[in-house]
C-alpha cells in the first residue's frame, strides 16, 4: 500500500519537500508519495476520503477532525512560528483594541489556524466569539474587501501580508506567538500511525532534511517555492526568513495547549461538544528528539 502525503501552499515545509526531486524521488521507493493541492482547507475532507494518508496544517484541523469524529493524532510539530502579519487593521482604523472589534467583520481563512489564534486571544481577553463578526474568507476575496475598506480586520501573514501592506497602510493588532504557539504539525489517522510507523519515520527523517537545507539556504528555498500560490522567490523569502525550521515531537506542553483550546472551542460553540485532546497527540515517533 502507498501512503500519500499531501502538500499545499499553506505548510511551507511539505511543499518544498515535495519540490526536492531527490527526496521525492527516495520517498516514492519506500512507498510514499505526494498529492499536491490548492488549499489546506482541504485536508479534513481528503483525509476522509482516504486521498490522502498524512498531512500537514496548523494545529487547528486536528482538533476539528477529532470533533467531527475522525480518529488522528499528530506525529511532529514545528517551532513556535512568530510571523510577519497577524490580525490586521487599516492604520486609519479606529479599531486599537480586540474589545474594539465588537460587531465588526474579521476575515479567517477557512478550516485554518486563525480560527484558533482569534478564538485563543478573545478568550484571553474575556471576549467571546458571539462578539465578533468572524466569518471565513478565502484569502484574495478577504484581501479585496479588507483593501477597499469593506472589511473592519484580516487575519494575514506572509507573503499576504506584505501584498496587503503594499497596498494599504495596517497595523498589526495581534500576532501570533502570544495565546496561540502557532505551529505547522504533522498529523494522520491514528490507524495510519499505528500500522505504518517506519514510513512515518521516513517522511519524518525527510521533513527533518528539507528543513534544514531552507535553514541553511532559504534563497534556494525561496526558488523552489517560485509560483506557489502564485507568488514570486522574492515573495516568499520574507515568510521563509521569518519562521522557524525543523520538526519537533509533540510534547506536553503542546497537548495541554490543545486540550485547553478544543475547551475554548466547545465554549465558543466553534465544535459540537467537548472532546478529549489527548489521544490527538502523539510523540513517540521523535521520542528521541524530545
Given at each position: ?70 480518529p488522528s493524532a499528530v506525529f511532529g510539530i514545528s517551532g513556535s512560528r ?12 479606529d479599531i486599537h483594541s480586540l474589545q474594539d472589534l465588537r460587531r465588526r ?58 501584498k496587503i501592506a503594499a497596498r494599504v497602510p495596517v497595523r498589526v493588532l ?117
Amino acid at each position: 500500500m502507498v501512503l500519500v502525503v499531501g502538500a499545499h501552499p499553506q505548510n511551507l515545509s511539505l511543499s518544498l519537500l515535495s519540490r526536492r526531486r531527490d527526496k521525492v524521488e527516495a520517498l516514492r521507493e519506500a512507498g510514499l508519495e505526494f498529492f499536491v493541492y490548492e488549499a489546506g482547507s482541504q485536508t479534513i475532507p481528503l483525509l476522509k476520503a482516504g486521498v490522502l494518508h498524512l498531512a500537514g496544517t496548523g494545529a487547528t484541523p486536528p482538533i476539528l477532525a477529532e470533533a467531527q469524529g475522525l480518529p488522528s493524532a499528530v506525529f511532529g510539530i514545528s517551532g513556535s512560528r512568530h510571523e510577519n502579519g497577524g490580525l490586521l487593521v487599516r492604520a486609519d482604523s479606529d479599531i486599537h483594541s480586540l474589545q474594539d472589534l465588537r460587531r465588526r467583520g474579521i476575515g479567517l481563512m477557512p478550516i485554518s489556524w486563525h480560527t484558533q489564534f482569534l478564538a485563543a486571544e478573545l478568550d484571553a481577553v474575556g471576549m467571546s466569539w458571539r462578539e465578533v463578526n468572524a466569518a471565513e474568507i478565502i484569502p484574495a476575496t478577504a484581501r479585496d474587501a479588507f483593501i477597499q475598506g469593506r472589511l473592519d480586520a484580516i487575519v494575514a501573514t506572509d507573503p499576504l501580508y506584505s501584498k496587503i501592506a503594499a497596498r494599504v497602510p495596517v497595523r498589526v493588532l495581534v500576532s501570533p506567538g502570544q495565546a496561540f504557539s502557532n505551529r505547522s504539525v504533522y498529523w494522520a489517522r491514528r490507524e495510519t500511525l499505528r500500522d505504518h510507523p517506519e514510513r512515518v519515520r521516513l517522511l519524518l527523517d525527510a521533513l527533518i532534511e528539507s528543513d534544514r537545507l531552507t535553514l541553511e539556504n532559504p534563497q534556494e528555498a525561496a526558488s523552489l517555492l517560485g509560483g506557489l500560490n502564485g507568488n514570486s522567490p522574492e515573495e516568499w523569502l520574507p515568510a521563509i526568513k521569518s519562521r522557524p525550521w525543523g520538526v519537533e515531537a509533540p510534547r506536553s506542553e503542546f497537548a495541554a495547549e490543545q486540550q485547553a483550546h478544543a475547551d475554548i472551542f466547545a465554549k465558543f460553540g466553534l465544535i459540537p461538544a467537548q472532546i478529549d485532546a489527548t489521544p490527538t497527540v502523539n510523540p513517540t515517533f521523535l521520542a528521541k528528539a524530545a
